[in-house]
């Protein structure tokens, strides 16, 4: 995109000899002014300015940006690249292969499809723990990963030779976030034109996993969007969003000795998600961010999607710099990110004085050991109420009555009892702490202090790590503290997001048919990021988010019904109880230990070629071509009827008449309810599917895994063992009712949508508030769309799904405030009409929708729904069925 300079604001900044073109913000009178996140929007659009997508009224409206007001002004957003994950990035690349036919059908050239900005994967979601304990885990379950996805592989494969600027980091070497910190990260980026010319400007990213936003920690604006958006970013469509308010989260302080860094991140998930700041960037300042270690920064930044805001960020200065160097970084890179910062206003000054929106605070001294659970990461619990916390919420998953005490034989003979309550799952695992080395040595010196006081995991406990890249297990090595992780249990499984994205892989058999039999509520113990319903392991009902070391604390615990201050984890040889405060290391014995055991030697080396793989990866066999050959008889990879009979003109937008309620849900339903991401059963409409299809038990992989097969997806489309249908009362799971039979029986929701289909009946989903919460899923909106469903009501959205929809083309609505599904009396068995939506035909996007429900037997309900597509862009999508057609009409207009 070719600027016009509205500002004058090109200008020259030579660091180290070399000379690079920068657009100056101090040209533009006000930005001086703005919080660092819009400060790096500001110098997006400065440089994008064209007159057309990026106006210069677009950047004097940031320029003059008030604090207070509420969002109502469109920008465009360029990132500067994209980050993928395989879960969704699968289905991104099958989307563009798909685009490329589309394209050359409409009359268009199909290598236009190609992504215009540097766009990179890491496999890191498709390992499963199904080996553990044991010192050839790590082997065996890359060897079984590999037997499950090599379709998928070669795909991927296939995607890194035919697109321009899509790169592959393959299986086994970590965690996409943890990658791109350590890694990818630029954080001052530089783009070479053809007359040799550099221009440098600030690293920005969208990313297919919400928890993009671990890059914030960086002082990188970034966050998650979903593979519809990301796909559009890669084809040079700038994203559309409203100027956000921005929070000024302010810290003090520092860390009380037995907290950790996840005990902080914990606590400010808690305070923001109450505080309210879905949309909205946060941003921390103060003088207590420069004692804030970049390893922290990135933690905190993590859990952005779990307290709702789209970003937190934190501004470059020395700590990040350090950070930098540390990972390998050369030279020049750190040299042009600390000139640049400091001539653009971009580099932390505590004396600065900025105006937000928002103000909150936090004092690091007062936080405390803590826990989340048992199904939102929001829900923080302070240690020392754990025990009682637990009792509190255990009635709402067992009846009342004496606790069941099952006797069960493990396979190595071990005779043990199963309760209520026991840890049935300990994993170290997800981006969000595996990057932070000063938990992982902490839980590595917790097991040393254990194993020499001679404890031991309990016997029922399904224990694994599997760290966010091959630096943690080099620091381990260095640091001697392998031997003692493994004699826990704790041997290395994998390098990827494992128990944390469901992949956990099966419980033990006898554990398994314990649970089962007896309907057990057992628990995990993760130091992951989510632990929402049916996420982790569909045996386990409830789950708790912890720092490693208590992940390790609770498995020598063995049962959530515990108080560490008060019981002692068991006895050393001499008969000596042994307390958690006994083995728990100490800060300065953490910190030693960083500095004993961590350099930057370690981060080259593990990064000098990690885009080679291994002999596994190298040896697939890849297929050639610009355009994929589908195999029609894959069962993970296959074309998507998106683009099937689409015209390049659109068809005009109608209102909905006459639809059915698809599915009536309560608040919280996150994308994991509607697009379960783990493991799924024969009897279930996916596993019919592939058993239908000559594919086995053992080989049915996780929904996850399977996105790249439309099939697949829409049958586990509102498919969560754990979703509760208010049409269904008392039933748990994806089963509705299907009203175009006389006695409505009640049937998986993919049954249901069928006969719905073949009706010619549309569908509409209601919900309570913050739909959509969780990872930034886009099969829960394709998944809905393909179902039929034409629009979904609700009280309020998360950000990323509410834009999914969109793009998906179904209708976001939110009920008139105040009233909600129940207030206004809906059942569920309701005849919806839903009109004023054809005005958009003209140009306009109304403000409301009118909405009568008729029952029979009943009053019509009728109200206003508001209509929440909320930039002129969005609209434009809508318009033309989704983002995707309009990009695709965008492109095959240019010949």
Known sequence: MTSINSFNARATLSVNGNDYTIYRLDAVSGTEKLPYSLKVLAENLLRTEDGANVTAEQIRALA????????????????????????????????????????????????????????????????????????????????????????RYQFLRWGQGAFDNFRVVPPGTGIVHQVNIEYLTRTVFTHTAQDGTVTAYPDTCVGTDSHTTMVNGL????????????????????????????????????????????????????????????????????????????????????????????????????????????????????????????????????????????????????????????????????????????????????????????????????????????????????????????????????????????????????TSIAPGSKVVTDYYDKAGLWDDLNTLG???????????????????????????????????????????????NPDVKMNYLASPPLVVAYALAGTMDFDFDTQSLGRDPDGVDVYLRDIWPTPAEVQATIDAAIDRDMFAQSYADVFAGDARWQSLETPEGDVFSWDNASTYVRKPPYFEGMTMTPTPVSDIHGARVLLKLGDSVTTDHISPAGSFTPETPAGQYLLAHGVQRRDFNSYGSRRGNHEVMIRGTFANIRIRNEIVPGVEGGFTRDFTQADAPVVPVFDAAQSYLAAGTPLVVLGGKEYGSGSSRDWAAKGTSLLGVRAVITESFERIHRSNLIGMGVLPLQFPVGQDRNSLGLTGEEVFDITGIDVLNEGTTPKTVHVVARREGAEPIAFDADVRIDTPGEADYYRNGGILQYVLRQLAARG
């Open 64 to 151: 003059s940006w008030n604090p207070q007001a509420e969002p109502d002004t469109e920008i465009q957003f360029t990132p500067a690249r994209v980050v993928m994950q395989d879960f969704t990035g699968v289905p991104c690349i099958v989307d563009l292969a798909t685009m490329r036919e589309a394209v050359a059908e409409l009359g268009g050239d199909p290598t236009r499809i190609n992504p215009l900005a540097p766009a990179e994967m890491v496999i890191d979601h498709s390992v499963q723990i199904d080996v553990f304990g044991t010192a050839d885990a790590f082997e065996r379950n890359v060897e079984r990963e590999y037997e499950r996805n090599q379709e």
């Open 490 to 536: 704790f041997n290395l499984v994998g390098y990827g997001c494992a128990t944390c994205i469901g992949n956990s892989g099966p419980l033990p058999a006898a554990v398994s048919e314990a649970v089962n039999a007896n309907d057990l509520t057992v628990v995990s113990v993760l130091s992951g990021n989510r632990n929402f319903e049916g996420r982790i």
């Open 219 to 462: 002082g990188v604006l970034g966050w998650g969007v979903g593979g519809i958006e990301a796909e559009a970013a890669m084809l040079g469509q700038p994203v559309s969003m409203l100027i956000p308010k921005v929070v000024g989260f302010k810290l003090s302080g520092s860390i009380p000795a037995g907290a950790t860094a996840t005990d902080v991140v914990l606590t400010i998930t808690q305070m923001l998600r109450a505080h309210g700041v879905v949309g909205k960037f946060v941003e921390f300042y103060g003088d207590g961010v420069g004692a804030v270690p970049l390893a922290n920064r990135a933690t905190i930044g993590n859990m952005s999607p779990e307290f709702g805001s789209t970003a937190a960020m934190f501004p470059i200065d020395d700590i990040t710099l350090d950070y930098l160097r540390l990972t390998g970084r050369s030279q020049d890179t750190i040299a042009l990110v600390e000139a640049y910062a400091k001539e653009q206003g971009l580099w932390h000054d505590p004396t600065r004085e900025v105006a937000y929106s928002e103000y909150l605070e936090l004092d690091l001294s007062t936080v405390v050991p803590s826990i989340a659970g048992p199904k939102r990461p929001q829900d923080r619990i302070a240690l020392s109420e754990s025990k009682e916390a637990f009792a509190s919420a255990l009635p709402h998953y067992v009846p009342d009555g004496p606790r069941p005490d099952v006797p069960i034989t493990l396979e190595d003979g071990t005779v043990t009892r199963l309760n209520h309550g026991d840890v049935a799952i300990a994993s170290i695992t997800s981006c969000t702490n595996t990057s932070n080395p000063s938990v992982m040595l902490a839980a590595g010196l917790l097991a040393r202090k254990a194993v020499a006081r001679g404890l031991q995991s309990k016997p029922w406990v399904k």
